[in-house]
């Protein structure tokens, strides 16, 4: 049975900058962990390195959370948010859904892996910040295929309902990360994993990092590539699959 969402855990606001932001700020000033804050619309919506992501009522629901914990090891924390977000909306009767490395959550659309979803984690002091947005509908961004979970999904539920069953995800998904890490989980992630065994190519900042065959993940989340020097290991970059191996 999911545990119910407490009104009192969750700070709804009509617009902010970004929810990471404000609810880092928060945390500073003495948050207690379980807090969630969610934006109708975000004015500064960030996600990796920077990029904007875009938020309003009718297109999404974009929120973050906060945990605590003091020497916990982060690495793949973001695939195991990842998988959480797809286990929650799978059971919400989602369909078509995979995973990217390292953050994304991707939905099968017109025969392209489009994304449906990104996750940025950012930590200060033993709080760690989780932000998600998930889209309802698809954003129009000319240099991304995007889609919503109306792709995917016959009937949404209200937004608070979805946002009390991710939030459920994201609590279990938690204790079992501060308990063993990620490595219990990666054998469900890289089942999901949208690009495993094939060809891809690693970029960082319009630069190839490496090409070779996608092993999927090591037990800390690092991502493991078979290149021509051999099976490599890599942190951080964007992750594409090669023209033509789609």
Not at 11 to 18: D, G, T
Not at 42 to 52: F, I, K, N, S
Not at 87 to 116: M, V
């Amino acid at each position: 049975m999911m545990t119910p969402l407490h009104p009192e855990r969750v700070e709804w606001r009509a617009e902010c900058a970004s929810t990471n932001t404000l609810l880092r700020e928060q945390a500073e000033a003495g948050a207690p962990a379980g807090k969630a804050l969610v934006a109708d619309r975000q004015t500064a919506g960030r996600g990796r390195h920077g990029r904007v992501w875009q938020s309003s009522p009718k297109e999404s629901l974009t929120f973050s959370v906060l945990f605590r914990g003091k020497g916990i090891a982060l690495s793949g924390l973001s695939l195991a948010v990842g998988l959480a977000l797809l286990r929650a909306l799978e059971k919400q009767g989602a369909q078509n859904l995979s995973l990217k490395w390292p953050n994304d959550l991707l939905c099968r659309k017109n025969g392209t892996d489009a994304k449906l979803a990104g996750i940025l984690i950012e930590c200060a002091g033993d709080a760690v910040i989780i932000g998600i947005g998930l889209n309802l509908e698809a954003p129009d961004l000319p240099e991304q295929t995007t889609a919503g979970l109306f792709d995917c999904l016959e009937t949404l539920p209200e937004r608070p309902a979805l946002l009390a069953a991710i939030i459920h995800e994201l609590d279990s998904i938690w204790v079992d990360f501060v308990a063993r890490g990620f490595a219990p989980l990666r054998a469900d992630w890289q089942a999901r994993h949208v690009w495993q065994g094939k060809f891809v190519r690693l970029m960082e900042d319009k630069r190839v990092l490496a090409e070779g065959i996608c092993r999927g993940v090591d037990d800390n989340g690092a991502l493991c590539l078979v290149t021509n020097e051999g099976e490599q290991t890599f942190w951080a970059g964007d992750l594409s699959l090669r023209a033509g191996d789609a």
